[in-house]
């Protein structure tokens, strides 16, 4: 079944990436001690898991194969988790068990268990908010994370100096945020994609240099500590309650994001936006004003992570600089586009994978970021269109009877 | 002979990229109601042409005037960007076909509706009585339109799923969602058969006789002829010649430029 | 006056090892269209290696100019080896792809990267050697150009001269020339693209990996993380001479180097970056395709 030129391949793979490897894994060197250790061991197992693995990633090359062959003779079926999400009749109740699952689950898991949750749906609606930008606008932002941090600092600082409550600072982080992007927007959005992505990662950079070197403003990388969580009515929870309010919150927060990103991408808004990701030109030609409407989806955007931030600040009461590095946009990134870009279930699916998973494998502990690294670049290298292919739902035409009837002069 | 408002005015029009010089100095009115044809060899200049006329590429030098028939308003083109273009109203076709192709044949009309419409991000939102009638007011006159483009059937079809003269006449129906009082055609009949040809000739007159007027690139000659009021024509950049079909047929630098030689007349 | 040289000369020296590392970027992006995250990694690996393996020779004895030539090599077989790889295993699958599929592939990639040196050597920054000595005829002015800046911008030059014979006269640079510009053409007249793209990795890989020893040996410390941050300055340093343009990679470099020396020097370092990334929006606002790129026309 599996022939001897595989087996001499995957030979020369796992002799391949024994070479590679050698210096960095197998030497260890001590410049002051002038010792030096040789771990033969690691080149050993790099062997053995990489003649394994090539051979893995061989036979399921050969079975794809066969599935893609036997696919074309039976027609195209489209996938499992699309259907579900093209028929009402499946989405609404899979919706409400959804629902019911996540309005039940402090009650179901302990505070340890919802507070993890509670991380992860606030991505869900990070991810919702950058899906706007990237995913339905086509503009690729990889300084998300500074509107981000802009909310959070808006509340420990609007608090600290001016004590603002929770509730009057979530509308202004968001705003701020929002204006925040337009600013940076306007000159930026001319730029075509891959620039922009530099400039925007450029600009996040520039945010957290700014809050980490300018203590007067910011104190500074020591951050700002006590923010209050958010109080309800006056009344003050205690801190297993507070956790589960939080959670409350971020669960309307996430029902609120997909009711409004549904409405959006169903409007004439979000039309001109998928048209806008098609074709600028043509866009343009139809009196579409480009940099407007790339500024609406940028700000939009930009008003999420700001509404987000001031949720994470009075989360964990304090907020420093170190959260707001590019790891977390890239993060944030990979679950739009690891969800697949432009689909509300997507990104709900990527941010649970991306958020829950490096949390439940912290059983690997310091093996996780490279685990999730590895992650990353395996998911794309299987499915580059996403765990839910864009299945845009586009406007259906129902109206006239005339479409069968009346015939064409 | 016609003295209906000019609608469309251009003085001294030129273009070049680098060395090419891909428009010389041209000169061009279209009246109101005209059917204008603009022919010339292929690389002669005149999808260049529309390009500066619709704020695509900036015309190196040259005037581009814009008049609303109904309100008599005047308009500078120059420096305006596409969009405001087809805002003040002039919609166009692309020679290339660029339709939203993953878009229904109604999500690309209903994208011709986007500048006679308002609702921004509260309106998409809330979803008031006002955005709701406006949305229906676009799914409608959208329908309508591709019913008079006769893609009524498709409606729901992809735009990349529909065959090549669908595709032409989708161009149309969108762009004339956007209300233009001035429509360009660049080559509408590329690629059709004759039977589509002769459906596309009628839909044209019927467009003109809506009260659009109409400047439109072909190489169809038959079409040409039968449509056009007035033809122009353009070689290496240039206006050669321009009249009535009659006049241009029979001009011998227009037979020079396509033949390639001289012709004794 | 000294001061002013000083910090021009400590500005050329960054300007080039932004150089190294930019022209990877540029030659990648104009033969595929990514930008390889990755990059930065391929260069912090080729300063591990270098130390790794230089430290491994003076361990045992060697003379200087041995260690320094021999880590050098090594340095650039090595990291080629992983960028071919990289290529291979991270963005190949991935040609036909969406565009952000690969790009996400290389973020992770370069996460990856970063945590299996961490994992496999330290978290800690260790100390590189020292592996360019105070040259004795640079005496006089060794109070404003020391002798690795000196070294650092003669490598740096002499590899330019290299990079730019090697593009425009070998048959590899020509092929490389065509696919930039046309790939399915060049497919059509026969170049094997997956050799030329290939052979971008391991000419950016090595380079990058040339410019990650000079540094460390000019700054003297190294960890996992270095590559972040370089990666991303000299991308920038990329895009502000435009990308995919070799000669607006090296300008760019310089200039970013040299506005980074000169704010660090008159205004303030803990605003190093800040300067850079300014810079960078400043000079796309006004030149958007970059100071050297070419300007897009779509034909329509
Ligand atoms: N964006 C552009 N850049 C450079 N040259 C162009 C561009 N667009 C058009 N041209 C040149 O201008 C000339 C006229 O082209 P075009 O207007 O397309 O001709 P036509 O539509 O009459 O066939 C051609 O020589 C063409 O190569
Ligand atoms: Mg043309």
Redesign the interface.
Known sequence: MFPVKELKRSALISL?FA???????V???D??E???QWRWS?MFYIAIGSFVLSILAKVYMIRKERRDARKKETAATEPFAQRIIREPRFLYPLAIACLIFGVSFPFLFSVYQTNIMTTALMYVVLGLGLNIV?GVAGL?DLGYVAFYAVGAYSYALLNLHFDLGFWLVLPLGGLLAAFLGILLGF??L??????L???T???G??IR??LE?WSEFSQGPSGIANIPRPGLFGIDISFGGGITYIYYLVLLLVIFTIF?VN??QN??????W??LR??E??????????TKTKL?AFS?GAFWAGLVGVIFAAKTTFVNPASFT??ES?II??IV??GG?GSIVGVIIGALILILLPEYLRALS??R??A??????IM??FK??GIVSTV?R????K??A??EG?S?E | MNDAPVILSVEGLSKNFGGIQAIDSVDLDIRKGEIVALIGPNGAGKTTFFNCLTGIYTPSSGDVYLSNPESGKKTRLNGKKPNKITEIGMARTFQNIRLFPTMSALENVMIGRHCRTNALILGAIFRGPATRREEEGIVDSSYQLLKKVGLHKQVNEQARNLSYGAQRRLEIGRALATEPFLLLLDEPAAGMNPKETEALVALIRQICEEGHSILLIEHDMKLVMSLSDRIVVMDYGKKIAQGTPEEVRSNPAVIKAYLGEDVDA | MDYFIELFFSGLTRGSIYALIALGYTMVYGIIGLINFAHGEIYMIGAFTAFIVATVLSIYGFPLLAIVVIAGVAAAVWSSAYGVTIERLAYRPLRQAPRLAPLISAIGMSIFLQNYVLLAQTSDFIRFPELIPEFAFMEPVAHIVGSSDMVILVTTAIVMIGLTCLIKYTKIGKAMRATAQDKTMAVLVGINVDRVISATFVIGSALAAIGGMLIASHIGQINFYIGFIAGIKAFTAAVLGGIGSIPGAVLGSMILGLTESFATGYVSSDYEDVFAFSLLVLILIFKPSGLLGKAEIQKV
């Open positions: 391949w070479f590679l490897t050698f210096p960095i894994l030497v260890k060197v410049p002051l002038r010792i030096v690691n990237v690729l000159p930026v001319r730029l075509r994609g891959d620039y992505a530099i400039v990662l450029g600009f950079e520039i240099l700014i070197n409004v409405r959006l409007s004439r808004l979000g039309r001109a998928l048209a098609e074709d030109i043509a866009c343009q030609a139809m009196g579409i004003d480009k609406i939009l590019f790891l890239a990134l990979s586009v690891l870009m310091e093996y970021m490279l999730f690294g590895a992650v990353l670049v794309m290298v580059p269109n845009r586009s406007y259906r035409f109206g006239h005339e479409i009346d064409h």
